[in-house]
Every structure is written in structure tokens, then in C-alpha cells.
């Protein structure tokens, strides 16, 4: 049996758990800084007596980040390895936060958004990466839909941060907290073991084959005595244009289209939500105690995706839950009571958070090891500009006369094209090695 045949048919245990929280709490950690800007926007447009549509810039400066990050860094990453750019882009965005809190004028937080962005970026399809690459066949959609559900604890801490500290100590202590995750990588850099597949592609065969022999050992399984190297692909790495071959083409479109949609639509609400519910006329606090509610919304939704990805498969719960998301949305844009603002919201942000650790879990075994992080890296950074477009589309639409219901009509109408570009166009992977998938 050959290393990665090895690895793949270890059951799951404390080493998989181990990795899954070890590099959730730097995706939780990634999101706490992302939700912080969201949470800082309406504080700092007052203070600094900003525009709507300086405001969207704020928030699209950051995502431009995202996108060259997520292109640079899938790329380095299947390069250098995925442990180096994991760690190297949780110090980025870590330190580019706190320099956001001595931000001297609108120009410098630009800047520094960008910056902020371009780590954050880089540190998403890397993680998903290495973690897609450690899991279980049987397991990986679940593992990784879990992973993505640290998002939702750090939008929780961001939202915690506003609604308790903002309001008493000012918009730049937000920025400060969100600089401490750049002490965490000293962790990282002595826990998180280099993806085995990626040791293999570059010839690391002895330590690919300890790595494995460690985790059998944990498992309770006797360790191979042999080292039994899998055939490899002696293809020649063309970088861009491996993922528009004819086999990989319609996935690659499929791909980048989904993404687009779906970051498209969560930036410009989420992004945005704390300003437009002051914007209905709710006060700052108000405003933060919503979008915090709609916030704990999020985690049952990853559950539940988490539940379903390995059972129904990824096809049927990815566009079952964006279906679901765009008629939340529609009603979220029409409600005219707190009430009904805070149920559409709460389902809303529960379908919507869902989705996205679907997209997470699919997008990377769609690629051989060789692209994979290219691959997700690319399609990520399809959908920052999606997300770049977004915040500044809803600050130009949200300044005419019924602003709010067009928004999210508006997103009603991306998300449900989103749903049925997947029915059409997607494959299952449910179950399936990696190796299967793209054999």
C-alpha cells in the first residue's frame, strides 16, 4: 500500500481533530479581523464624517487585498509548501489590522485595509488546502464545512468586540485586538505538519512517509514497514493554464462563477448590514445587538451543512442552501418590523453561512495535488471581485428612494442564478478520494 493509500484509509482521530482546530482558530481568527471593519464602519463614518460611497470603498480596498492574496499565495503554496504561506499570511493580515488603529486619515486606512486583505486572501485556500488533503474520504466534506465554521465564532468575537468595547473605548481598540493572532504562529509552526501529498509532488518521500507512520501510530494502527512511493504525475507543471485544460475547463468556469456570486453577495450584506440597519433607523447599539443575533445564527448553519454535505452531497446542499438564502434575502429586504428584520436576518445568515463551508469543502477536490491550492486560489480571488464590486454597488443603490428592498432584491436575484449554475453544471464528489476525482 503506498503512502497516500495509507492515508487515506487512517480512521478519524486525535490527529485530525488536532489540525482541524489548530487551523480553525486561525481561520476564526481570519474572520474576527474581516468582521471587525464591518462593525468599525458606522463609528468611524461618523467620526471622520465619510461617505457612503467612501465607505464602500473601505470595504472593497480590503477585498481587492483578498484577491491578489488568494492568487499569490495558491500559487506560492503549491511551491513552497502549504504550512509556510499559512503561517506567513496569518502575520500579514494580523499586523495590517492593528496598523489600521493608528490609521492617521481616510487615505492611510486604505492601505492598510489592502494589506489587511491581501493576508487574509492568502491564508483561505491554503488552509482549506491542507486540511482537505489530511481528511478521510468519507469525512472531508464534513471536516471541512467544520473548519469553515470557525468563521462564524470569528465574526462572533468580532461582534462581541463591538457591541461590549467599541462603544465604551472607540473604533481603534477593534483594530488593536485584531493584531494579537500574529503571536499565534509560533504555535502553528510547531504543530501543523506540511501536507504529505505536497511533500510527495516534491520528491520528500522520507518525510512523507514518517508523517503517515506518526498519525498510523495515533490511530491505533500499525505502521508500514515499507515505504512505497505512489506513481507520480510526470507532467510538466504549466501553472494558469493547467486549470483551463479540456478536463478541468468546465469545472474551472462552474467554479469561478459560484464564487463570484457568492462572495458578491455575502460582502455587500454583511459588509454592509450594521450600517444599513442604522441606516432603517436603529440606533448604533441596536444595530450591533441585531447583526450579533444574526451573527450566532451563522454556527447552526455550518452544523447543518456539516450534517448534510456527506450524506445528500455536495450538489444538493450547496444549492438547496443558497436557494434557501436568496428567498431570506428577498423577505430581509421587505420586513418592516424588528421582528420579522431579526427572523429573515437570523435565516438568512444561518443559509448563507452554510453555503460557504460547502463552497470550501468542494472548490479543492475539484484539482490533483499539483493545482490545488492554483486552482482554489484562483477561484477565490474570482469571487473578491465579486466582493470588491459589492460594497460599493449597495453604497451607490442604498442612497436612492427605497434603497433597502432593491438591495436585496438585487442578491435575491445573484443567489438564485448561483443555485442553478451548480444544479447545471456541478459534479458529486461525495465519498470520493481526491485521486478518484481527478483520475
Known amino acids: 500500500m503506498n503512502i497516500v493509500a495509507r492515508l487515506e484509509r487512517i480512521p478519524v482521530s486525535s490527529f485530525h481533530y488536532r489540525l482541524l482546530i489548530i487551523t480553525g482558530l486561525g481561520w476564526m481568527f481570519d474572520a474576527m479581523d474581516t468582521g471587525i471593519i464591518a462593525f468599525v464602519l458606522p463609528a468611524l463614518a461618523k467620526t471622520w464624517q465619510l461617505s457612503q460611497v467612501q465607505m464602500g470603498y473601505i ?68 488552509a482549506v488546502t491542507l486540511v482537505t488533503e489530511y481528511s478521510p474520504p468519507g469525512q472531508r466534506g464534513r471536516f471541512i464545512v467544520l473548519l469553515e465554521s470557525f468563521w462564524g465564532l470569528g465574526w462572533l468575537a468580532a461582534a462581541l468586540i463591538a457591541y461590549l468595547l467599541i462603544p465604551r473605548f472607540g473604533w481603534q481598540i477593534g ?41 498510523e501510530k495515533n490511530a491505533g494502527l500499525e505502521p508500514a514497514a515499507e515505504m512505497i512511493v505512489p506513481a507520480s504525475d510526470k507532467t510538466k507543471r504549466t501553472g494558469f493554464s493547467d486549470i483551463w485544460t479540456p478536463k478541468f475547463f468546465k469545472r474551472t468556469l462552474m467554479l469561478w462563477l459560484i464564487w463570484f456570486g457568492i462572495v458578491y453577495s455575502y460582502y455587500g450584506i454583511f459588509t454592509w448590514l450594521p450600517s444599513l440597519m442604522i441606516g432603517q433607523g436603529y440606533t448604533i447599539l441596536k444595530s450591533f445587538e441585531f447583526v450579533l443575533i444574526m451573527t450566532i445564527a451563522q454556527l447552526p448553519g455550518y452544523f447543518a451543512a456539516a450534517y448534510l454535505v456527506d450524506r445528500i452531497g455536495r450538489k ?89 428592498t432593491r438591495v436585496f432584491g438585487m442578491f435575491t436575484a445573484v443567489l438564485l442564478a448561483v443555485s442553478v449554475i451548480i444544479w447545471v453544471m456541478g459534479e458529486e464528489t461525495k465519498g470520493k478520494s481526491l485521486d478518484e476525482i481527478n483520475n
Open 316 to 404: 444538493a446542499t450547496l444549492a438547496g442552501f443558497l436557494a434557501a438564502c436568496a428567498v431570506c434575502a428577498y423577505f430581509f429586504g421587505m420586513a418592516g418590523s424588528p421582528a420579522t428584520v431579526l427572523i429573515w436576518g437570523c435565516l438568512m445568515s444561518f443559509f448563507n453561512l452554510g453555503a460557504w463551508g460547502v463552497i470550501y469543502t468542494y472548490t479543492p477536490e475539484l484539482y490533483p495535488t499539483k493545482i490545488r491550492a492554483l486552482g482554489s486560489g484562483w477561484a477565490a480571488a474570482i469571487g473578491r471581485i465579486g466582493g470588491i464590486l459589492a460594497p460599493t454597488v449597495v453604497g451607490q443603490m442604498i442612497t436612492a428612494e427605497g434603497g433597502f
Open 175 to 215: 483594530f488593536f485586538i485584531g493584531a494579537v493572532p500574529a503571536l499565534y504562529v509560533f504555535y502553528i509552526w510547531r504543530t501543523i505538519p506540511e501536507s504529505v501529498r505536497y511533500l510527495i509532488s516534491k520528491g520528500q518521500l522520507q518525510a512523507a512517509h514518517d508523517i503517515v507512520c506518526q498519525i
Open 59 to 126: 470595504g472593497s480596498m480590503g477585498l481587492i487585498g483578498m484577491a491578489l492574496g488568494a492568487v499569490l499565495a495558491g500559487s506560492v503554496a503549491d511551491k513552497i509548501g502549504r504550512k509556510k504561506m499559512f503561517a506567513a499570511t496569518l502575520v500579514v493580515y494580523s499586523i495590517a489590522t492593528g496598523l489600521c488603529g493608528i490609521a492617521w486619515s481616510y487615505e492611510s486606512l486604505l492601505v492598510f485595509r489592502f494589506l489587511v486583505g491581501f493576508g487574509l486572501g492568502g491564508q483561505l485556500p491554503v
